[in-house]
């Protein structure tokens, strides 16, 4: 499996911006696609977007496009999500996960490889 650890959770604002990263244990060209996903409390795991590491292409949950935006870094070996115009209910925990298909999606099920998260909190 793929090693991930992610970064950049914290308290913000409404309204207010973050960054994700999520750093990975080989070239994120070779992945596959990678996925962050979003766990509200007491609800389900939901994919937010996705990145497809061969070519760069990306997806979005309705309810994030146009406000986050997920990019890779070669040098860097990350895979980031910055979020803008965050929300109250944008509050939870953001997961990255890998797949060893060069195709999104937006199930948990379909990925193989998760970090641990990190946490994000909306609030005033």
């Known amino acids: 499996q793929v090693q991930l650890v992610e970064s950049g959770g914290g308290l913000v604002q409404p309204g207010g911006s973050l960054r994700l990263s999520c750093t990975a244990s080989e070239f994120i060209q070779d992945l596959g696609a990678i996925g962050w996903f979003h766990q509200a409390p007491g609800k389900e795991r939901e994919g937010v977007s996705c990145?497809?590491?061969?070519?760069?292409?990306?997806h979005y949950a309705d309810s994030v496009k146009g406000r986050f935006t997920i990019s890779g870094d070669i040098a860097k070996n990350t895979v980031s999500l910055e979020m803008s115009s965050l929300k109250p209910e944008d509050t939870g925990v953001y997961y990255c996960?890998?797949?060893?298909?060069?195709?999104?999606?937006?199930?948990?099920?379909?990925?193989?490889?998760w970090g641990r998260g990190t946490q994000v909190v909306v609030s005033s």
């Open positions: 990145l497809i590491s061969s070519d760069g292409s990306t």
């Open positions: 996960a890998t797949r060893r298909d060069y195709y999104c999606s937006e199930y948990p099920a379909d990925f193989t490889s």
